[in-house]
């Protein structure tokens, strides 16, 4: 449909429904680059939510009064259009607060349903997000299960290779989890090698950054658990999806206890709800559910694969632009599977300062740190060829993004080396 950039149709489509593009920072035209960070959100999702809440909102479930029942279908609708989205039942369907409560979620429900023992050994990468590292890691201790790695080549990548050697070391891990892509290297990992490769582990995908901008669909890639949050993809903060095969939601014991997941109480004994209310104690966010699946709605009739096809394109242009500038380093695979985001850092010139000068002088907004993966830090640091910060600058893209707000990226890391490198 287009090479790059939208049409300007579209375009005017885009700057309408996202009105902070119009907005001025620093006197320069927002430029948003932290996406993978958190999405712009869209009036007609945020309108949509509203029209909800004030004249359709009441709690679920349970309830006879027309309000309820109402919004009722809305959020089993919601659910309705995640399952679609993804290729599963919505039964297989559970809201989450997000991407961290999935996981750490499900590395619960796994301990405590007898899944994972003692002496299992549950395989991680050297790239993943906290979220996907420090609930294996804290519950290991805790119930004596190891954590293994798919170790990162210098630049941060995962290759087939690694993959392999893990394989010959781990044998067969129990669990692997792994991020679908990473949020500092941007490498989107290759789900169908690893599922290849350990064909009895269940597998967990953290779907964070890839969900997003990609289709995934977890029957195809036989996916045991998917887990996502909605504000990477332009819904509001605070919902997210967890999405699991159903014979194992069958076999797992909840991680929350209390009101909607029950089926039978007494004073000594409780038996469960069905699925996929099981997993869904206490009050969900019904408006943030509601919301996600008008994103959803947003996101289809935008077209899928029309977003696909341009984040690609712009990524692709990302990373060739900032391969061009000499004393920009940058981290993570040279070739496509590098998607959404590069994290570079200005020699001589710390990431902070990057960001800061970026967003004062050009209106950029971009992300510095360790962006929640502090031991892949290391890893980087024995592949730099600069004095590394142990963090990196972060330009990250999404659909409402275009090549000429790279052009003012380019234009701003050339300022800054001039005058402070
Ligand atoms: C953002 C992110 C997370 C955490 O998501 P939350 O919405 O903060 O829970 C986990 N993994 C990856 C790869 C991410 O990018």
């Given at each position: 449909?287009?090479?790059?950039?939208?049409?300007?149709?579209?375009?005017?489509?885009?700057?309408?429904?996202?009105?902070?593009?119009?907005?001025?920072?620093?006197?320069?035209?927002?430029?948003?680059?932290?996406?993978?960070?958190?999405?712009?959100?869209?009036?007609?999702?945020?309108?949509?939510?509203?029209?909800?809440?004030?004249?359709?909102?009441?709690?679920?479930?349970?309830?006879?009064?027309?309000?309820?029942?109402?919004?009722?279908?809305?959020?089993?609708?919601?659910?309705?259009?995640?399952?679609?989205?993804?290729?599963?039942?919505?039964?297989?369907?559970?809201?989450?607060?997000?991407?961290?409560?999935?996981?750490?979620?499900?590395?619960?429900?796994?301990?405590?349903?007898?899944?994972?023992?003692?002496?299992?050994?549950?395989?991680?990468s050297q790239?993943?997000?906290?979220?996907?590292?420090?609930?294996?890691?804290?519950?290991?201790?805790?119930?004596?299960?190891?954590?293994?790695y798919i170790e990162a080549d210098?630049?941060?990548?995962i290759t087939?290779?690694s993959?392999?050697a893990a394989?010959?070391?781990?044998?067969?891990?129990?669990?692997?989890?792994?991020?679908?892509?990473?949020?500092?290297?941007?490498?989107?990992?290759?789900?169908?090698?690893?599922?290849?490769?350990?064909?009895?582990?269940?597998?967990?995908?953290?779907?964070?950054?890839?969900?997003?901008?990609?289709?995934?669909?977890?029957?195809?890639?036989?996916?045991?658990?998917?887990?996502?949050?909605?504000?990477?993809?332009?819904?509001?903060?605070?919902?997210?999806?967890?999405?699991?095969?159903?014979?194992?939601?069958?076999?797992?014991?909840?991680?929350?206890?209390?009101?909607?997941?029950?089926?039978?109480?007494?004073?000594?004994?409780?038996?469960?709800?069905?699925?996929?209310?099981?997993?869904?104690?206490?009050?969900?966010?019904?408006?943030?559910?509601?919301?996600?699946?008008?994103?959803?709605?947003?996101?289809?009739?935008?077209?899928?694969?029309?977003?696909?096809?341009?984040?690609?394109?712009?990524?692709?242009?990302?990373?060739?632009?900032?391969?061009?500038?000499?004393?920009?380093?940058?981290?993570?695979?040279?070739?496509?599977?590098?998607?959404?985001?590069?994290?570079?850092?200005?020699?001589?010139?710390?990431?902070?300062?990057?960001?800061?000068?970026?967003?004062?002088?050009?209106?950029?907004?971009?992300?510095?740190?360790?962006?929640?993966?502090?031991?892949?830090?290391?890893v980087?640091?024995?592949?730099?060829?600069?004095?590394?910060?142990?963090?990196?600058?972060?330009?990250?893209?999404?659909?409402?993004?275009?090549?000429?707000?790279?052009?003012?990226?380019?234009?701003?890391?050339?300022?800054?080396?001039?005058?402070?490198?």
């Amino acid at each position: 449909m287009h090479s790059t950039e939208w049409s300007d149709e579209a375009f005017c489509r885009i700057i309408e429904d996202f009105p902070v593009l119009n907005r001025e920072v620093n006197g320069k035209r927002l430029v948003y680059l932290d996406n993978a960070a958190s999405t712009l959100k869209s009036s007609t999702v945020i309108s949509k939510m509203t029209d909800f809440y004030l004249n359709h909102y009441s709690n679920i479930h349970r309830a006879v009064h027309t309000l309820a029942s109402e919004a009722t279908s809305e959020y089993e609708a919601a659910r309705d259009k995640v399952a679609r989205f993804i290729n599963a039942q919505s039964e297989e369907v559970i809201f989450t607060s997000g991407t961290t409560m999935g996981i750490n979620a499900l590395v619960n429900s796994l301990v405590r349903s007898d899944i994972l023992q003692k002496g299992d050994t549950v395989l991680i990468s050297q790239v993943e997000h906290h979220a996907n590292l420090v609930p294996w890691l804290r519950l290991s201790k805790f119930f004596g299960f190891k954590v293994e790695y798919i170790e990162a080549d210098v630049t941060g990548t995962i290759t087939p290779d690694s993959i392999l050697a893990a394989k010959s070391r781990v044998n067969s891990p129990k669990v692997v989890s792994i991020t679908g892509q990473s949020n500092v290297t941007g490498q989107t990992m290759p789900i169908d090698v690893i599922r290849e490769t350990f064909k009895d582990a269940i597998l967990i995908i953290d779907g964070a950054q890839l969900i997003p901008h990609k289709k995934i669909d977890v029957k195809a890639l036989d996916i045991d658990f998917l887990v996502f949050s909605g504000h990477k993809m332009i819904a509001p903060t605070g919902i997210g999806a967890l999405y699991g095969k159903r014979a194992l939601l069958e076999k797992l014991e909840p991680f929350l206890y209390g009101g909607e997941m029950i089926d039978k109480v007494t004073f000594e004994d409780v038996t469960f709800n069905v699925l996929p209310y099981k997993f869904e104690a206490g009050t969900q966010d019904i408006g943030g559910a509601v919301a996600l699946g008008y994103t959803i709605d947003y996101l289809e009739n935008f077209g899928l694969g029309n977003i696909q096809k341009h984040v690609e394109e712009l990524s692709k242009y990302l990373l060739e632009e900032l391969s061009k500038i000499d004393f920009v380093e940058i981290y993570g695979p040279r070739d496509e599977t590098h998607q959404s985001l590069v994290s570079f850092n200005v020699d001589g010139v710390h990431p902070h300062d990057v960001s800061q000068v970026l967003d004062e002088d050009f209106g950029i907004a971009t992300r510095s740190g360790h962006h929640c993966a502090q031991p892949l830090m290391s890893v980087l640091a024995r592949g730099s060829h600069i004095d590394f910060p142990n963090s990196t600058v972060r330009a990250s893209v999404y659909f409402y993004n275009r090549k000429e707000d790279i052009d003012i990226l380019v234009e701003g890391l050339k300022y800054i080396k001039r005058w402070f490198g």
